[in-house]
């Protein structure tokens, strides 16, 4: 599970990069937003590993569980604002 997190923060780090590359204009915080979503994935990845787990069995899970959650939140807030933005701007 936990490198299907890092993929999946690899993407949300990358959002950005690509929208700069493609020079879409007036997304800043929404793409800050999906941004921070891919940290929020990094943290959950690292709550995964095994040598976490070892020192803190009760709160790995728990704190993946919580990190996994605010990054989705995150991530949604940000491609709905940005869907909107992009939308208005039309």
């Known amino acids: 599970m936990a490198v299907d997190l890092l993929w999946l923060a690899f993407f949300a780090l990358l959002v950005p990069v690509l929208a700069e590359y493609g020079k879409i204009k007036g997304l800043a ?3 800050g937003f999906i941004a921070g979503s891919g940290l929020f994935f990094l943290l959950a990845a690292g709550f995964e590993t095994s040598l ?5 069995a ?12 605010l990054g989705w939140i995150l991530l949604l807030v940000g491609a709905l604002w940005g869907v909107v933005t992009l939308l208005q701007n039309k």
């Open 58 to 69: 009760a709160y790995g899970p728990l704190g993946s569980a919580l990190f996994q959650f």
């Open 29 to 31: 915080k929404p793409l």
């Open 52 to 56: 976490w787990m070892m020192y803190a």
